[in-house]
């Protein structure tokens, strides 16, 4: 199947990460290589280019669309959260600046026996990295019931989370994605279901986020990526959903004012100096021509800051 992906907020990306002739640059989640594409344009002849991705498929598709590109791009089967290891085994010490597009590509949506959609009826999987042993089905069969409603509340902010853990729980093995569909529906009161988006569409955020940890790899790799910026180096994420954003939101403010003393402390006490000035105060949002073609970028908001 062709590699399908519509890069998201591509200008807004280009204007603040600022790619330059020469420059070394990381996108962390390749994706399509859509990105990618637009960033190699701008740092060649002599800059260079790393695309990170945990799926292998991603991997495979960008090296042969990128292949006229192969003297400045290469392709690192990986995860983003591992940056610096990354950067260290291809001798690079430092970047220009790095993206992260969060979330699934168009194209692992698009294959259905990846299980990322309600829509199909296929084996319980969502991994993004198919090297990876623990699938959707080690989720759904085996949390126990307050672990499951722990993370469907967390991660897919889904009222009915305790009553759709134990309706699992009663109907284990649940072995597809379709069963686990009416399993859903046959938990949630018919009168809630009328209204609002699929029934399973919480659920199935909430177990994607779970087997791809995709919250904890972002909360490790901001702090990582930012100490492998040049001064001056930029990092922009683009993130889908508010537990995301929030997380990219605390850590920037976070990295840019790390001062711990007592507010009324005359003179910082504690030497944490600032690491990156937010270049975004706001996150920026996709325009509204965008969200007219490409559904997929209606809830993307995109975050920036440069190393100080
Ligand atoms: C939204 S897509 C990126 C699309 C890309 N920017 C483009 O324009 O084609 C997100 C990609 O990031 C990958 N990904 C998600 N989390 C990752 C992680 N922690 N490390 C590496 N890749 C990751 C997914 O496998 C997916 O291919």
């Not at 989640?29 to 960033?39: A, K, R």
């Not at 000035?277 to 800051?305: F, Q």
Request: glycine share 8%.
């Amino acid at each position: 199947m062709e590699f399908h992906h519509i890069p998201v907020m591509l200008e807004e990306v280009l204007q603040y990460l600022d790619p330059k002739p020469g420059g070394i640059y990381a996108d962390g989640t390749l994706g399509g290589g859509g990105h990618s594409l637009e960033i190699l344009k701008r740092i060649v002849p002599d800059g260079r280019l790393i695309g990170i991705d945990r799926d292998p498929e991603a991997i495979k598709a960008a090296r042969e669309r990128l292949k006229a590109w192969s003297g400045s791009f290469t392709a690192v089967h990986g995860n983003y959260a591992d940056i610096v290891e990354i950067l260290k085994d291809l001798g690079i010490e430092h970047l220009d600046g790095m993206i992260m597009d969060l979330g699934v590509s168009s194209h692992q949506l698009d294959e259905k026996e990846r299980g990322f959609t309600y829509n199909e009826d296929v084996r319980l999987d969502m991994r993004m990295d198919t090297t990876q042993d623990f699938s959707a089905y080690d989720v759904i069969n085996g949390y126990p019931a307050e672990e499951l409603a722990r993370i469907f509340w967390q991660y897919g902010e889904e009222r009915w989370s305790k009553r759709i853990a134990e309706f699992i729980v009663r109907n284990r093995p649940i072995e597809t994605t379709g069963r686990l569909v009416e399993v859903i529906k046959a938990a949630v009161p018919a009168s809630a279901r009328r209204s609002g988006p699929h029934p399973a569409r919480r659920v199935f955020q909430a177990v994607r986020i779970e087997v791809n940890r995709e919250l904890e790899h972002l909360k490790e790799a901001i702090d990582r990526a930012v100490s492998v910026l040049k001064p001056g180096g930029r990092l922009c994420i683009i993130t889908f959903h508010s537990l995301e954003d929030r997380i990219v939101k605390t850590q920037f403010q976070r990295l840019s004012n790390p001062c711990i003393c007592p507010p009324k402390s005359p003179v910082c006490l504690c030497g944490k100096t600032p690491q990156v000035e937010i270049l975004t105060r706001k996150p920026v949002l996709p325009t509204e021509d965008e969200t007219g073609s490409n559904p997929r970028s209606r809830s993307a908001k995109l975050r920036a800051c440069r190393k100080l």
